[in-house]
Every structure is written in C-alpha cells, then in structure tokens.
C-alpha cells in the first residue's frame, strides 16, 4: 500500500465543517500526512499538534473520531514512517489508561477500534518491535471486554516475543487487565524467578503488587540492584529538536538521561514504588536502599518516587529526610540539584534538616537565569526571560522555617533592582524573626510596585509584627481598602495603644465600604481595637448575604465569638444573625466551604452541637477537602461524640494524605503542611491523641 493508498478518501471528508479545541479543523488533514512523513522532526511538530488540537488535554471531538480510519492504515501499513506513534495515538483516544469508564466519543472511538481488533492483533508479530511493543497497550484498551481471552493470548505471545522492552509492555499489560486470573499471576511469579532480564523481573514484581500479590520489599531491592549490575546501555539522543511541546519533553529526557548507563532504571524504580501503593513501610524500604547505595545513578532515580511517597502518604520520613539532605550537601554533582530540589518542596516538613537547608542556600548563587536543564543548586534569585525574578525555592523555605540565618540573605534581595515579586512573601514566612527588614520592606512599599510586589511586602510588615509599626502604618494607611492593609493595621494598633487611636477611624471607613471582602476584613481588625461586638456583629452579618463574602464574614463571625468567648457575641448576635447563619449551613454550595465555615461560627456562637452536628458530618462526607475546616469546628463543641470520634479514627488510619485522594496526582505548594497540621488537629481532638503516629524510618 503506498502514500496515495495510506490517505485514500481523506480530502472528501468535511474537514472545515467539523471543529477541534481551537476551531475550524480544515488543518487535521495535514496533520495526518505529517504523522507519516520521512523525516521525524516533521512527524513529531505533527504529534504535538495532533495532541494539542484534535486530541486535546485527552479529548475527543467528531473530527478525533474522522482520523482513526488515517491512523489505522499509518498503523498497520509496512513501511510508512511514524507507525509506532499513530499507534500510541490510536490507544491514547481509545481511551488506555483510563480508570473509570468510557463514555461519549472516546466510548465510540474504543468500540470502532475494537471491532479492527485482528488487524491490531496481527501487529504483535511485526518486524519492528517498536510497533510490537506500542501496540500492547492498545489491545488492552480494546479487549477490555473479554479480558480472560487477551491475557491468555498476550501471555502465550510473551513466551516467544525477543525483545525485552515488549515483554514488558506486556506485563504491564496483564496487570491491567488480570485481577484475579490464578494462571496470570503464576506466570508473572514465574518471571520474577526465571526471566534472564532485570527489567523484566522488576516489571513483574511490579504488577504483582498492583494486583495485590506484592514480594517482600527485600525482593525488589535485590531486583533493582539486579538491574542496576547488567552492563551499561546508554540512550541514543534522536539527534533533531522541534519548537514544540512534544519535542522540549524528549529533549529534557535526552538531557536527564544524558550520561548515563542504565537510563531505563528511572521508570522502573518509580514502577515498582508506586505498586506498592499504601504500603508504606514496604514503600520506604525500596527507596532507603536507593538513597543509600553508593550508585548514583540509583540515588537519583530514587529521590522522585520518595518525594512522591513524602507528599502522597502520611509516615514519619526523618531517615528518607536526613539522606536526601545529605545527597544535596555531598552527593554526586548529578544528584545534589534533584535533591535540592526534593528538599525544597517540603515546606515546614524540612524544619529537621533546617541546618542543611541554611548550608545549602550559603552555599547557592546569588542570582542565575532560568534554564528548564539547569544541573546547580537554586539560586538566591531567579531571572526570568519575560517575568520579573523571584526568590529562589530553597531560601524561600528557609524563611518559611522562620529561621533567622535567611535574614541578612533578605536583606540583600530587598536591595535587588527589580524586586523579585515574591521578595515580601519570603520575608513573610520568617514572621516577627525578620524584624530588623522592616525599614526596608517599608521602604519599597514607597515606590510604585505590581499589586502582588505590593500584597507581599504588605503580608511581610504584617507578619514582623509591632516591630514594624513605625516604618509600615504611613504606608498601610495611605494605601487603601485592602483585606492585607485591613489585618495589618489591626495587628499594629492592637500592639500600640497610640497607633490604635488613629488606626480606628481608617478601619472603620474601611468597613463601610464597597468592597465586601475588604469591609469585612476591616470590621475584623477594628473589633481587636475597639472590642466593640455589638458593631462588628452587625456589620458582618449584613455581609453574609454577600455571594463573595460570606465565606469570610462567617469566619470573622467565628473569630468574634471564640475570642469573646462566645458571651458578647451570643448577646450580640440576634436572631437575623442566627437565622442567615442557619440558611448558610442547610445550603448546598459546591464546595461546602460556606455550610462549614457558618457551622462553624453558629458553633462558636451558641456552643449547641445539636446545630451543627448534622451538616459538618454531611460537608466531611460530601466534601473532604472541607474537613481541616469540619475538624476547627468540632472543637468548639467539646469532647467528641462516639459518631464523630468514629470519624476522625477512621480518618487518622488513612494511609494518603487528604489533597492526593480521589484520582488527584497533581501537586500544589504547602499540601504537605495543610495535611501534616490537620492530622495534628485531629489528634488534639482525640481521647490519648488517637493513637501512636507511625514509627520513624
């Protein structure tokens, strides 16, 4: 079949008729040709655009659906170009990798697929074991409805399959698909014995963890070791780069494997972590060995899969700490910039190996530009192409741990043209530590700076505290409405009886003004000033009707109450107040951060667990990421209950931290602190603190 052949029929279907992520989709056609084009850099600009428009973010349009009859000749034509990647394509849409079910067109794409299975199924005995190898995961996404069949025939076709790298496709496979096939399972305990390939065992050790039948730790240490002994095959870069998304992910691949001997390790560690899923002391033995070994290429492939498991599962890590601190101080030059790295996503959770931290960051450049491959430490500050510099990770936590050896280190950034633009958070996280920066925090509060320069160095004088007040009430108040500007000048006036005399009358202007979350804010920071409830009370229940603002009047309310006691504010709050508090809690908002924030309050208020009982179980139900907030709120009505106490034990005994449940991988600074203060609070409210945390590895 030639080119003419391959693309039959593919100028009459209605392309500018049909729509992609971006549009009229008159361009698929060319696409496709690029997909099978000789040279491989107009393959891959072809791929990223194929993925970035006709298959975007894993989307399937009606012209996704138009191109698989293309795809599939690409596929399974001898000698066109770019087959193992129309290949990858085709399982992509299909819908491989997906944890729940089909459904809408990548449903439809997965069926039309399905029913080409014997030209797909022909594919595992190509001459080229690219296609061999790229296939498998396409046969798993469409022979998901006869499963017993497919891992029977995979397993047969294994047995006689040369190349390594299809064999493991295939063991990945049959995880996939057999969840309790005695005779899969036997197989893949078969291989971790008697296959000759390293990679290979490890796979299988690997899926049988996945399906629940793990081998001691011990085993997969001694695998990995294995793997690590064979002679070196290093990876041959593909020797072309491309402006596109697709290519910069090769190209930073290239890079990362650039040098070194056993470049096939990294996944595969990282595999066999992840099987091991919520066993964690397993978990930590596999990586402590890597963090340990005198191979460096293992060091480095260990430290990703053990950040992962520190952000990902709850555990006291001090020993995986202490190593990775030490790999930075001492590693090899390979390996100390990724363990920096590790350490400087930790947030408060480094506070043990803070001595390392502050030798790391004295040791650091000063200032460097960005560069996606750079192999040093984090600097002091970052220079972007087209952004303004910011503060380097590392003496960004440094601050956070409120450590005073950041101090002059800030200082020097204050002096910085142009300001970094997280320069004032920075100063921020050292808290009343960073007192002698004042002056020059107040300073560049005096020049014309960005809103976020500005929300920093504001959040800075704010933290430092009443050391701050001379330099930082001329500036606060002049600059306006601000929540900020508001708490600041409350946590100044109230450390100063004089500043508070002409700190009131701003605020209470402030609060009467247009912006809700500002005014409320305001009436926050003079109720510290003038303790007068009755006021505040008032105000801010006229905010809780506010769509934007009840969240945080609710919270202000709360704040009034505990810190009065509850007896001026019970007095103070009416039954308007009552009442609109109520209709906040039987409100179903998507979130359920309003209900919980108005329980909470109404607890705070009346101290009546009858109230609020209820709706904080269903919010800690419906909306997890609501229950730090359920759990403040249990606190101010006493001792826990046995229903509730049933809830937090079941909650101290889940093994993954609350922000990485529900299918959510993803990553967000200071998840790990939020997680780590939550199980604290949890166990404050506990009879005996709800039992031992977990030993220290």
């Given at each position: 079949m030639d080119d003419a052949d391959v693309f039959a029929g593919l100028d009459?279907?209605?392309?500018?008729?049909?729509?992609?992520?971006?549009?009229?989709?008159?361009?698929?056609?060319?696409?496709?040709?690029?997909?099978?084009?000789?040279?491989?850099?107009?393959?891959?600009?072809?791929?990223?655009?194929?993925?970035?428009?006709?298959?975007?973010?894993?989307?399937?349009?009606?012209?996704?659906?138009?191109?698989?009859?293309?795809?599939?000749?690409?596929?399974?034509?001898?000698?066109?170009?770019g087959r193992a990647a129309a290949i990858e394509l085709l399982a992509s849409v299909?819908?491989?990798?997906?944890?729940?079910?089909?459904?809408?067109?990548?449903?439809?794409?997965?069926?039309?697929?399905?029913?080409?299975?014997?030209?797909?199924?022909?594919?595992?005995?190509?001459?080229?074991?690219?296609?061999?190898?790229?296939?498998?995961?396409?046969?798993?996404?469409?022979?998901?409805?006869?499963?017993?069949?497919?891992?029977?025939?995979?397993?047969?076709?294994a047995d006689a399959e040369p190349d390594p790298l299809v064999r493991r496709a295939i063991v990945t496979a049959v995880a996939g698909l057999a969840t309790t096939d005695p005779a899969a399972i036997a197989w893949l305990e078969g291989l971790t014995t008697a296959e000759p390939d390293a990679g290979l065992r490890l796979g299988a050790l690997a899926a049988l963890a996945r399906l629940g039948v793990p081998a001691p730790a011990e085993t997969a240490v001694a695998l990995i070791a294995a793997g690590y002994s064979v002679p070196p095959a290093p990876a041959a870069p593909a020797g072309f780069q491309t402006d596109t998304l697709?290519?910069?992910?090769?190209?930073?691949?290239?890079?990362?494997?650039?040098?070194?001997?056993?470049?096939q390790m990294d996944e595969l560690v990282r595999a066999v972590s992840d099987a091991y899923g919520d066993r964690v002391d397993d978990r930590i033995t596999v990586l402590l060995a890597?963090?340990?070994?005198?191979?460096?290429?293992?060091?480095?492939?260990?430290?990703?899969?053990?950040?992962?498991?520190?952000?990902?599962?709850?555990?006291?890590?001090?020993?995986i700490l202490r190593r990775i601190a030490d790999l930075a101080l001492t590693g090899e030059p390979v390996v100390r910039p990724r363990a920096a790295g590790v350490l400087a996503d930790l947030g408060r959770f480094a506070a043990p190996v803070a001595d390392a931290l502050a030798e790391l960051v004295e040791s650091a450049e000063r200032r460097a530009p960005h560069t996606p491959l750079r192999r040093a430490l984090p600097p002091w500050i970052i220079q972007w192409p087209t952004e303004p510099p910011t503060v380097g990770r590392l003496l960004a936590l440094l601050a956070r741990l409120g450590d005073p050896r950041a101090v002059p280190m800030l200082a020097w950034v204050l002096e910085q043209e142009p300001l970094p633009g997280d320069a004032g958070w920075a100063v921020a996280g050292l808290g009343p530590v960073a007192a002698p920066l004042a002056p020059a925090v107040a300073a560049r509060l005096d020049e014309p700076l960005p809103p976020r320069h500005r929300d920093g160095l504001v959040a800075a004088l704010r933290a430092i505290g009443p050391a701050a007040a001379r330099e930082a009430?001329?500036?606060?108040?002049?600059?306006?409405?601000?929540?900020?500007?508001?708490?600041?000048?409350?946590?100044?006036?109230?450390?100063?009886?004089?500043?508070?005399?002409?700190?009131?009358?701003?605020?209470?202007?402030?609060?009467a003004g247009p912006d809700a979350r500002g005014a409320v804010a305001a009436t926050l920071a003079a109720w510290t000033l003038d303790a007068d409830t009755d006021t505040a009370v008032a105000a801010l229940t006229r905010h809780l009707g506010d769509e934007a603002a009840a969240v945080v009047a609710a919270r202000a309310l709360g704040t009034v109450a505990r810190c009065s006691d509850g007896t001026a504010a019970t007095a103070a709050a009416g039954a308007g107040t009552l009442d609109r508090l109520g209709a906040l809690v039987r409100r179903r908002d998507r979130y359920g951060h309003t209900a919980v924030a108005a329980a909470h309050a109404l607890a705070a208020?009346?101290?009546?667990?009858?109230?609020?009982?209820?709706?904080?179980?269903?919010?800690?139900?419906?909306?997890?990421?609501?229950?730090?907030?359920?759990?403040?709120?249990?606190?101010?009505?006493?001792?826990?209950?046995?229903?509730?106490?049933?809830?937090?034990?079941?909650?101290?005994?889940?093994?993954?931290?609350?922000?990485?449940?529900?299918?959510?991988?993803?990553?967000?600074?200071?998840?790990?602190?939020?997680?780590?203060?939550?199980?604290?609070?949890?166990?404050?409210?506990?009879?005996?603190?709800?039992?031992?945390?977990?030993?220290?590895?």
């Open positions: 009459a279907v209605a392309w500018k008729r049909l729509r992609h992520a971006y549009g009229c989709a008159a361009g698929v056609p060319a696409i496709l040709r690029g997909l099978a084009d000789p040279d491989p850099a107009v393959r891959e600009v072809a791929l990223d655009q194929f993925y970035g428009v006709v298959h975007h973010q894993g989307d399937v349009y009606r012209c996704t659906l138009e191109t698989l009859p293309f795809l599939t000749r690409i596929a399974t034509t001898p000698g066109v170009p299909a819908g491989a990798g997906w944890d729940q079910p089909l459904a809408g067109r990548t449903r439809t794409a997965n069926a039309t697929l399905a029913a080409e299975r014997p030209r797909f199924l022909a594919l595992l005995h190509d001459a080229d074991a690219q296609v061999r190898a790229a296939v498998v995961p396409l046969l798993r996404a469409i022979c998901a409805e006869a499963p017993e069949a497919t891992v029977g025939l995979l397993r047969r076709h697709v290519g910069k992910i090769r190209q930073m691949r290239e890079h990362l494997h650039a040098g070194r001997g056993h470049p890597g963090l340990r070994s005198a191979d460096a290429e293992w060091q480095l492939d260990a430290l990703h899969p053990a950040s992962n498991l520190v952000h990902g599962w709850r555990g006291r890590y001090t020993h009430l001329p500036v606060l108040l002049a600059a306006g409405p601000d929540p900020v500007n508001a708490e600041a000048l409350g946590r100044l006036g109230a450390a100063d009886p004089a500043t508070a005399g002409t700190v009131l009358p701003v605020l209470r202007g402030w609060a208020i009346t101290g009546d667990a009858t109230l609020v009982r209820a709706p904080l179980e269903h919010a800690w139900a419906r909306h997890p990421l609501t229950r730090p907030a359920v759990v403040a709120a249990w606190a101010e009505l006493g001792p826990p209950d046995a229903r509730t106490r049933a809830l937090l034990a079941a909650e101290l005994a889940e093994p993954r931290r609350l922000y990485r449940r529900g299918g959510n991988p993803g990553f967000s600074y200071g998840e790990l602190d939020q997680d780590e203060a939550f199980v604290a609070a949890m166990r404050a409210l506990m009879p005996g603190g709800g039992g031992d945390p977990a030993p220290a590895r």
